[in-house]
Protein backbone atom coordinates (compact mmCIF):
# COMPACT_ATOMS: atom_id res chain seq x y z
CA UNK A 1 0.00 0.00 0.00
CA UNK A 2 1.19 3.32 -0.80
CA UNK A 3 2.69 5.87 2.02
CA UNK A 4 1.69 9.43 1.99
CA UNK A 5 3.90 11.54 4.78
CA UNK A 6 1.79 14.70 6.07
CA UNK A 7 4.08 17.97 6.69
CA UNK A 8 3.97 17.16 10.12
CA UNK A 9 5.31 13.69 10.11
CA UNK A 10 7.80 15.42 7.45
CA UNK A 11 8.95 18.19 9.82
CA UNK A 12 9.33 15.29 12.34
CA UNK A 13 11.72 13.14 10.48
CA UNK A 14 13.83 16.36 9.64
CA UNK A 15 14.02 17.38 13.14
CA UNK A 16 15.17 13.83 14.14
CA UNK A 17 17.81 13.49 11.28
CA UNK A 18 18.73 17.58 12.16
CA UNK A 19 19.63 16.34 16.00
CA UNK A 20 20.78 13.14 15.38
CA UNK A 21 23.33 14.51 12.82
CA UNK A 22 24.76 16.77 14.92
CA UNK A 23 25.39 14.20 17.67
CA UNK A 24 25.99 10.86 16.14
CA UNK A 25 26.22 10.41 12.20
CA UNK A 26 26.75 7.08 12.23
CA UNK A 27 23.70 6.72 14.73
CA UNK A 28 21.61 8.75 12.09
CA UNK A 29 21.82 6.66 9.65
CA UNK A 30 21.20 3.99 11.84
CA UNK A 31 17.60 5.37 12.91
CA UNK A 32 17.12 6.31 9.00
CA UNK A 33 17.26 2.29 8.27
CA UNK A 34 15.16 1.28 11.05
CA UNK A 35 12.83 3.98 10.14
CA UNK A 36 12.48 3.07 6.52
CA UNK A 37 12.46 -0.98 7.45
CA UNK A 38 9.52 -0.05 9.87
CA UNK A 39 7.80 1.78 6.91
CA UNK A 40 8.24 -0.85 5.10
CA UNK A 41 6.76 -2.74 7.15
CA UNK A 42 3.41 -0.81 7.76
CA UNK A 43 3.24 -0.57 3.99
CA UNK A 44 3.02 -4.10 3.74
CA UNK A 45 1.31 -4.88 6.96
CA UNK A 46 -0.98 -1.76 7.46
CA UNK A 47 -2.83 -3.13 10.93
CA UNK A 48 0.32 -4.21 12.39
CA UNK A 49 1.34 -2.39 15.58
CA UNK A 50 -1.75 -0.97 17.82
CA UNK A 51 -4.61 1.18 17.88
CA UNK A 52 -3.11 4.40 19.62
CA UNK A 53 -6.38 6.11 21.17
CA UNK A 54 -6.05 9.13 19.20
CA UNK A 55 -8.74 8.85 16.50
CA UNK A 56 -8.31 6.18 13.96
CA UNK A 57 -4.75 6.22 14.10
CA UNK A 58 -2.10 3.02 14.66
CA UNK A 59 0.95 3.34 16.40
CA UNK A 60 4.18 0.86 16.27
CA UNK A 61 7.67 1.76 17.52
CA UNK A 62 10.88 1.44 15.56
CA UNK A 63 13.13 -1.57 15.91
CA UNK A 64 15.21 -0.98 18.89
CA UNK A 65 15.03 2.93 18.75
CA UNK A 66 12.87 5.32 21.30
CA UNK A 67 10.63 6.70 18.21
CA UNK A 68 6.75 5.92 17.43
CA UNK A 69 5.40 6.05 14.56
CA UNK A 70 1.58 6.79 13.92
CA UNK A 71 -0.59 6.05 10.76
CA UNK A 72 -3.73 5.94 9.42
CA UNK A 73 -5.28 3.88 6.93
CA UNK A 74 -7.37 5.56 4.33
CA UNK A 75 -9.04 4.57 1.18
CA UNK A 76 -5.83 3.48 -0.66
CA UNK A 77 -3.04 4.63 1.08
CA UNK A 78 -1.07 4.62 4.28
CA UNK A 79 -1.00 8.70 5.75
CA UNK A 80 1.83 8.79 8.10
CA UNK A 81 0.36 11.45 10.77
CA UNK A 82 3.38 11.87 13.19
CA UNK A 83 6.71 10.76 14.66
CA UNK A 84 7.71 11.28 18.13
CA UNK A 85 10.08 10.49 20.85
CA UNK A 86 8.73 7.87 23.34
CA UNK A 87 10.18 9.25 26.29
CA UNK A 88 7.55 12.85 25.22
CA UNK A 89 4.62 13.25 26.99
CA UNK A 90 2.04 11.28 24.90
CA UNK A 91 0.87 12.09 21.69
CA UNK A 92 -3.05 14.17 22.01
CA UNK A 93 -4.04 15.13 18.14
CA UNK A 94 -5.55 18.55 18.26
Excluded: C
Excluded at 44 to 68: A, C, F, I, K, M
Excluded at 72 to 82: L, R, T
Amino acid sequence: MKLRFTRRSQADVKAIFEYLGERSPRGADSVKRALKKTFDLIGNYPHVGRRSGEQDTRVLPVGHYPYLIYWSIEADEIVIVHIRHAAREPWKEG
